[in-house]
């Protein structure tokens, strides 16, 4: 039996971004993975533009969401000794735009965190989760985070 690195090939990782615990979450193991192969981190965060709007509209507080974003990106990936770039672009649909990066890229992996969320009862994919998915070259790392549930209280326990 010969012992296999599945993360040998990995050169490029692409890491889409979004500025909620589970993409930071996303970027923390990416960085974990490029520091056993020597892959190159890279950070995409793609604003959504209506369609109502042209494409290179000034949307001055969804750049500044975006840049904070990265920038508690790259503080994690400076935790973990990655050093990584980060862009931001504007696309009328988030999964397109990661998609396109990647292969311009030549990204080996794409990751994502996923929230675990359930309306309606049932987990379901973003729409841009499933593009990904279905179209990207590549392979894509899906990262899960459940909530942390609080506490609980015992029922001796008095406040």
């Given at each position: 039996?010969?012992?296999?690195?599945?993360?040998?090939?990995?050169?490029?990782?692409?890491?889409?971004?979004d500025g909620d615990t589970a993409s930071v979450n996303a970027v923390a193991a990416s960085c974990d993975i490029a520091r056993h192969t020597k892959a190159?981190?890279?950070?995409?965060?793609?604003?959504?533009?209506?369609?109502?709007?042209?494409?290179?509209?000034?949307?001055?507080?969804?750049?500044?969401?975006?840049?904070?974003?990265?920038a508690i990106a790259e503080s994690v990936a400076a935790k973990h000794k990655v050093k990584l770039e980060g862009q931001i672009i504007q696309?009328?649909?988030?999964?397109?735009?990661?998609?396109?990066?990647?292969?311009?890229?030549?990204?080996?992996?794409?990751?994502?965190?996923?929230?675990?969320?359930?309306?309606?009862?049932?987990?379901q994919l973003s729409e841009a989760t499933e593009y990904v998915l279905e179209h990207a070259p590549c392979e894509v790392w899906l990262f899960r985070y459940a909530p942390v549930p609080p506490p609980v209280e015992s029922a001796g326990e008095t406040r």
């Open positions: 039996m010969t012992d296999v690195d599945p993360f040998r090939a990995v050169r490029s990782i692409l890491v889409a971004v190159a981190v890279s950070l995409l965060y793609v604003i959504e533009v209506p369609r109502s709007l042209p494409l290179d509209a000034d949307l001055g507080l969804e750049v500044e969401q975006a840049e904070r974003s990265l696309a009328r649909q988030a999964g397109h735009a990661i998609v396109d990066e990647a292969v311009e890229s030549g990204a080996d992996a794409i990751a994502l965190g996923l929230a675990f969320e359930r309306p309606f009862g049932k987990f």
